[in-house]
């Protein structure tokens, strides 16, 4: 059973910078695909970010693209989203999920669905303060 827990979230200025990590508790992480994922209420899940099982591949919303960074760290089962130039619109519950299904990167769409993932962590709130 994989477990993800995120932390690192917070309030910021607009502008500033956050960094989010996401822990897992699972000698696999290298064999999962990870992504990240935000809500706000009254909104489904909104993709922000993936990144492939040996972090070759990344894929990214419009809306975060040159401003989020994901990387992940197979020694130490941990996943990041380095969030620059935060924005009032970035704010949101950030979620962690994983993919243990072994499916891969079969396309940008497909990793980007939030119903490709079935291990999701907790959610850690980002305030961004204009």
């Known amino acids: 059973q994989v477990q993800l827990v995120e932390f690192g979230g917070g309030l910021v200025q607009a502008g500033g910078s956050l960094r989010l990590s996401c822990a897992a508790s699972v000698r696999t992480f290298s064999f999962h695909r990870m992504a990240w994922f935000r809500q706000v209420p009254g909104k489904g899940r909104e993709f922000v970010a993936a990144i492939s099982r040996n972090g070759d591949m990344t894929n990214y919303a419009d809306s975060v693209k040159g401003r989020f960074t994901i990387s992940r760290d197979n020694t130490k089962n941990t996943v990041s989203l380095q969030m620059n130039s935060l924005k009032p619109e970035d704010t949101a519950v950030y979620y962690c999920?994983?993919?243990?299904?072994?499916?891969?990167?079969?396309?940008?769409?497909?990793?980007?669905?939030?119903?490709?993932?079935?291990?999701w962590g907790q959610g850690t709130q980002v305030t961004v303060s204009s």
């Open positions: 999920a994983a993919d243990t299904s072994g499916m891969g990167w079969p396309n940008a769409a497909f990793v980007a669905a939030p119903g490709k993932y079935d291990r």
